[in-house]
């Protein structure tokens, strides 16, 4: 499985490989042999559907964007098996209480609101919400 990770260069750069981008599609999918389409990804990040199509083939993502790419990785690494993989795309894209109504896919784009997700997750996982 490919991992996303940050540069420890610096902190505005960001590496995204395009397998990684495909990865994350598949991860994101409820059938492992098939990843969400790029239009779907397009439309779960707000971004064009050219924008993704660029990335897969070796363009690189801004740096924003690339780190909300990371927090992604990271907050599906988490959800593990917590979350059905025919449920993830709606886990990330629906409005949740813990979140104070946001969407984790919107709260990603800032390391504050990843944190918000990740603590979330992570009092999920380990039963604090039980």
């Not at 940050?6 to 409820?30: F, K, N, Q, W, Y």
């Not at 990785?73 to 990330?92: D, K, T, Y």
């Not at 800032?110 to 992570?122: C, D, I, P, T, Y």
Request: glycine share 8%.
């Amino acid at each position: 499985m490919k991992r996303l990770k940050v540069s420890d260069r610096t902190t505005s750069e960001v590496p995204v490989a395009a397998e990684a981008i495909r990865d994350l599609r598949r991860r994101l999918s409820g059938d492992s042999e098939r990843p969400i389409s790029q239009q779907r990804f397009s439309q779960l990040l707000g971004v064009a559907l050219s924008t993704v199509a660029r990335w897969e083939s070796g363009g690189t993502p801004d740096p924003q964007t690339a780190k909300k790419l990371v927090a992604l990785s990271q907050a599906l690494n988490i959800l593990g098996v917590m979350v059905r993989p025919e449920h993830r795309l709606a886990f990330f894209e629906q409005q949740h209480p813990l979140l104070l109504g946001m969407r984790p896919i919107d709260l990603l784009g800032s390391e504050s609101g990843a944190k918000q997700v990740f603590r979330v997750l992570e009092g999920a996982r380990s039963g604090g919400f039980a």
